[in-house]
C-alpha cells in the first residue's frame, strides 16, 4: 500500500518557489517606496550653491519672491498694467512699454 501525497522532494521545491517569489515581491515593493521617497524628499542644496546663485533653487526662489511681495505688495495695484510678476521684472516688459506708450530699444 502506498503513501499517497506529496513527496518530500516536490514539497522542498514548491517551498523554495515561494520563498523566491516572496523575495522577488518583497524587493519590488522596496523598490517602489524608495522611488517614492526619492520623488518626496527634496534634494541637498549645497551653501556654495546657495552663496553664488540663490534664484537656481526653486524653493528658494520662490521663499525669497513671496517674502519681497509681503513687504513691497503695496506698491502693485491690481489692474491690467500691474500685476505680481511686474514686481520682479529686471526690466519692463515690451507690452507694458507699449501700452504706456514707450517706444523699445534694443
Do not use: C
Not at 517551498?15 to 527634496?42: C, D, E, G, T
Not at 502693485?76 to 512699454?97: I, Y
Amino acid at each position: 500500500m502506498a503513501i499517497h501525497g506529496a513527496s518530500p522532494v516536490s514539497t522542498l521545491s514548491s517551498l523554495a518557489n515561494a520563498r523566491l517569489s516572496f523575495q522577488a515581491v518583497m524587493f519590488a515593493v522596496r523598490a517602489m517606496f524608495k522611488i517614492k521617497l526619492m520623488y518626496l524628499r527634496p534634494r541637498p542644496i549645497l551653501r556654495d550653491e546657495l552663496y553664488n546663485e540663490p534664484y537656481g533653487v526653486r524653493s528658494l526662489r520662490k521663499n525669497i519672491d513671496g517674502l519681497a511681495f509681503r513687504i513691497y505688495g503695496h506698491w502693485v495695484k491690481r489692474s491690467g498694467r500691474q500685476n505680481r510678476a511686474a514686481l520682479f521684472e529686471n526690466k519692463p516688459k515690451l507690452e507694458t512699454l507699449a501700452d504706456l506708450g514707450i517706444q523699445a530699444t534694443a
